[in-house]
């Protein structure tokens, strides 16, 4: 009979009963068969769980007695639960199996890290990119195998967004890791071998810097003669349109490569820059004078500057970021424009601002004009000098001052550029010291 161990049980006790009253009516005695018939229940019941308990225990398969009994529903959904569980099993091993084999053929390393950065699992990967050995480091904490500061900062800053390029254990190679946090305050490590990208990108910083310092000396002989034949009373004034221009032309291949070499100088440079006071206010006001006596330029040029701060970096590559920037607003707006810069200094750090009101620059280029010879419009922009490197100058000489560039763009209506610099880097003059601005 189907259904639930009490309905079994229910009806077995009743028809057990009904036998108990008809023979206590026919031979007298009912209580007595009643007795008889609740201690033959008792022990049936108890003989049932010994037998099913042993069954639990051994884990043999149920004899056909157990199979009939009042138990028969237990025994049969204990067989099906079982059954589950050794497929489930089953199917959990394929996947780990899986999962060892896939992770085992990855490339990129990957280490598994418990909310203390102690090493739960790693990837074969792993162990060769950061020479560990998943055996001997599991439970280690990770910093004491992988010691390179850069890593330990990158650990403790909590901050991982961003992937940190480091060398790696292994002499000559380059890693890239990524921590990416999960569940529990676990962390997965990612680290890619990047060795090489950086050899291609160091080559191809090389070659430019290279290329542009043997263009050097050639450029300085032919714009030597240029001069000469220019100076000259005696040439013919058919060629003084096209010395000319050959001169303008030196000019600008002259620009070109002091703007590479000044670029590959910043990309070979570490990623930070030193630390000695620059004094900024006296700077601006150099180039203030500068801008003002220019031959041509907006008549309207203004500097707000707080004279009293002043940022830790190197002086010459600031002075190219000001310039710079200053150098675009004066070229890209009309005569009749108005060019504002600021200097000033609140409690995230230092700031430069420059605003003009000249063409401005479409809202979608605004992420390009930083990248190299990247120009807005080529014919206005050749008509007006520039190199197209002058903003990717701008870009990582502030990035090697922990800085950033923010711009804020309107076609026909004027263009800021503001340069941010971290708190850390911002001091306040010397009480002792004028102000020189
Ligand atoms: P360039 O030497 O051509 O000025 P930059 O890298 O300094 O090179 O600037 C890249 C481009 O960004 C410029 O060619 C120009 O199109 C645009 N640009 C830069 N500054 C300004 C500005 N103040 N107003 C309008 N456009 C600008």
């Known amino acids: 009979m189907g259904g639930s161990v009490v309905s079994v049980l229910a009806w077995r006790l009743a028809a057990f009963t009904v036998v108990a009253i008809t023979l206590g009516w ?50 049969s959904d204990i067989i099906q639960l079982k059954q589950r569980a050794r497929r489930r099993k089953k199917r959990f091993h394929r996947l780990l199996r899986e999962v060892r084999e896939s992770t085992g053929a990855m490339h990129d390393g990957g280490v598994i890290l418990n909310a203390e950065l102690e090493i739960i699992w790693l990837n074969e990967a792993a162990e060769r990119l950061l020479a560990l050995d998943a055996a001997r480091d599991q439970g280690q904490h990770i910093t004491n195998l992988v010691r390179h ?17 480091m060398p790696g254990p292994n002499r000559g190679t380059h890693l890239s890791v990524q921590l990416i946090p999960y569940g529990n305050q676990q962390k997965l490590l990612i680290v890619q071998d990047i060795t090489r990208q950086v050899r291609l990108e160091n080559m191809r910083r090389d070659f430019v810097a290279n290329a542009s310092h043997e263009l050097r000396s050639p450029l300085t002989v032919v714009g030597g003669y240029l001069e000469s034949l220019a100076d000259d009373q005696d040439l013919p004034s058919a060629w003084q349109e096209p010395v000319g221009e050959m001169q303008r032309q030196v000019r600008r291949m002259n620009s ?13 440079a570490e990623r930070e820059a030193g630390e000695t006071p620059v004094d900024v206010p ?70 430069f601002s420059i605003a003009d009101t000249g063409i401005g620059i479409p809202e979608e280029l605004i992420p390009r004009i930083t990248e190299r ?42 263009s800021t550029f503001i340069c941010h610099f971290p708190a850390a880097r911002t001091v306040l003059r010397p009480a002792a010291e004028t102000v020189s601005a």
């Open 26 to 75: 026919v031979f007298g005695g009912m209580l007595w068969w009643l007795l008889v018939l609740a201690l033959a229940i008792v022990v049936y019941l108890v003989v049932s769980l010994q037998i099913l308990e042993q069954w639990l225990r051994t884990g043999k398969r149920r004899s056909a007695a157990t199979g009939t009994g009042v138990f028969a529903p237990i025994y």
């Open 373 to 414: 010879f990247f120009r807005v419009d080529t014919g206005r922009a050749r008509e007006v000098g520039g190199t197209g490197l002058g903003l990717a100058i701008v870009k990582h000489a502030l990035l090697r001052h922990g800085g950033r560039l923010e711009i804020v763009s309107e076609p026909g209506r004027g």
């Open 282 to 351: 006296a700077m601006l006001g150099l180039l203030q004078r500068e801008a003002l006596a220019r031959p041509t330029r907006p008549q309207q040029i203004e500097f707000d500057v707080d004279g009293d701060v002043l940022v830790r970096g190197e002086e010459q590559e600031l002075h190219s970021v000001f310039s710079n920037l200053l150098n675009n607003a004066l070229r890209f707006t009309p005569s009749e424009g108005h060019v504002g810069c600021r200097w000033w200094r609140d409690e995230n750090g230092a700031h």
């Open 256 to 268: 070109i490569v002091h703007d590479l070499i000044t670029l590959s100088r910043l990309e070979a």
């Open 149 to 165: 500061p850069a890593f330990v900062a990158y650990l403790n800053r909590q901050q991982y967004a961003e992937k940190l390029q």
